[in-house]
């Protein structure tokens, strides 16, 4: 018999830099399944339930709204009838992440060009100095 590995609140914060608060406000707006509990309602988490946290943190973390999080797990629960509006959903939110990559490298290399200028006035004033 396999035994499965389960970790409560705190340890799932630890492991994921996340705090238990925020674990708990996922959980309380349907952004995980449904987390297992002991006989005293403390919450024990899975691996399974580790892999939906560190996804809903990419989705975070790439700017999806909190509302497209919910319709992806709602048709998650929905189960295999929804793959492709799951994958679709998907899709557009890596679509908009390349579209802000290609912006943010747009601006990065401005502030380049910027370093770049201000690398020049000061060879010219170090040249002036002699």
Do not use: C
């Amino acid at each position: 018999m396999v035994k499965i590995k389960l970790y409560s609140i705190n340890e799932v914060s630890a492991l994921t830099d996340i705090p238990s608060s925020k674990l708990r406000y996922y959980e309380k707006e349907g952004l995980l399944p449904l987390i297992q509990r002991d006989k005293n309602g403390i919450r024990l988490y899975n691996e399974t339930d580790l892999d939906w946290i560190q996804f809903i943190r990419a989705l975070r973390s790439t700017d999806m709204s909190i509302a497209n999080i919910k319709r992806y797990v709602r048709l998650f629960r929905e189960g295999n009838d929804t793959v492709q509006e799951r994958k679709e959903l998907i899709q557009d939110h890596k679509k908009n992440v390349e579209l802000e990559i290609a912006e943010k490298q747009k601006h990065l290399k401005r502030l380049e060009r910027k370093i770049k200028y201000y690398d020049a006035i000061e060879r010219r004033i170090e040249r002036m100095k002699f």
